[in-house]
């Protein structure tokens, strides 16, 4: 986009097509540093997350994403078993390291 093209968008258009909180979700759906093009279906994207996070709050069901969410958050996990013998699990801190020699 550029000013002298003329398809500069604005937030002021953009408040005027959809509320400010789904114009700030789509913004913050970007990372700042990379490159990127507004298309209104990010906008539409973010109308939709956001219509979703709220029905969530409202009618305090979830949807089907936060429950496989859930689901997975309550899957026990067990440690691996190291590979090689050079390698000794530490009896306090983070799992395998390799042996010192």
Not at 24 to 45: F, I, K, M, P, V
Not at 55 to 68: C, E, P, Q
Request: charged residues 30%; positive net charge.
């Amino acid at each position: 986009m550029s000013k002298s093209l003329g398809n500069l968008v604005f937030v002021e258009e953009l408040v005027a097509r959809a509320e400010p909180a789904a114009v700030r979700l789509a913004l913050l759906d970007q990372h700042y540093r990379g490159d990127w093009e507004w298309h209104d279906e990010t906008l539409s994207r973010a109308q939709s997350r956001l219509a979703t996070w709220r029905s969530t709050l409202t009618t305090g069901r979830a949807s089907t994403v936060i429950d496989d969410v859930r689901r997975a958050s309550t899957t026990t996990w067990t440690a691996r078993r190291p590979c090689s013998p050079s390698m000794k699990r530490r009896s306090r801190g983070s799992p395998w390291l390799p042996r010192r020699r």
